[in-house]
């Protein structure tokens, strides 16, 4: 197919692919003559998953760039789903916490690098007594650690016991995620169901959650009315 095409059936401009050759993300075609190029069904994957990194996944060309390389050497199922997530912006909670009190609190860094110690201490007692085995290079651990700690900030504090059952749970949801995986063989079309699990499903999951909670809330507030009655 010529590039009109391409564009066509990927959706992508004929600016964006050119902007993507250039910038090594998407590969050459085949040149027919000097002034024509093919392209194949492998260009149109190879866009979706490029699409899916910068506009799902966020990430900058040049981090689009370093994972595309690592996506294109022979690397199995569980070296490609590693690269991918965790190239994928990590969430995590403001690392302010502060709302602007530097200069009024000027104890609060000394405080903070405390409740920091503390909670990466909870973070590496929780993957001890979950079993989970997680790189040094992760970057979820510090992540999860910011998170606890600017908790504790807000007076909300989450010892490793609170968190286990959640631990727990994020455990069950990963087994039903990587049930997604079974099947796919081919790493182009792995990274791009990782990118669109991770970064579109994860909203869902989180509104799950809150409609849970409403009918929580809801279900307790029965069993109040019930027993006032």
Sequence with gaps: MRISELSRRSGVPVATIK????????PEGRALNPTAVEYGEEHIQRLRLIRSLIQLGGLSVARTREVLEAVD??????????????????????????????????????????????????????????G???????????ALAESLAALARLGAEYTTDDLLPYARLATST???????????????????RAV??????????????????????????HRRACRRE
């Design 19 to 26: 902007y993507y050759r250039r910038e090594g993300l998407l």
């Design 73 to 130: 050497r022979p690397l199995d199922a569980f070296e490609t789903l590693g690269v991918v997530h965790h190239a994928l912006p990590v969430p995590s909670a403001d690392k302010n916490g502060k709302g602007g009190q530097e200069d009024s609190v000027p104890d609060i860094a000394a405080d903070e690098a405390t409740s920091g110690e503390g909670a990466t201490a909870r973070v590496e007692t929780l993957i001890e007594s979950m």
């Design 132 to 142: 989970w085995q997680i790189s040094d290079e992760s970057p979820h651990r510090p």
């Design 174 to 192: 990963a087994d039903l995620d990587f049930e997604q995986f079974d099947g796919i063989d081919d790493r182009i079309a792995l990274a791009e």
């Design 196 to 221: 669109v699990l991770t970064v579109l499903f994860e909203p869902v999951v989180r509104l799950l959650r809150r409609l849970a909670q409403e009918d929580a809330n809801h279900r307790r507030h």
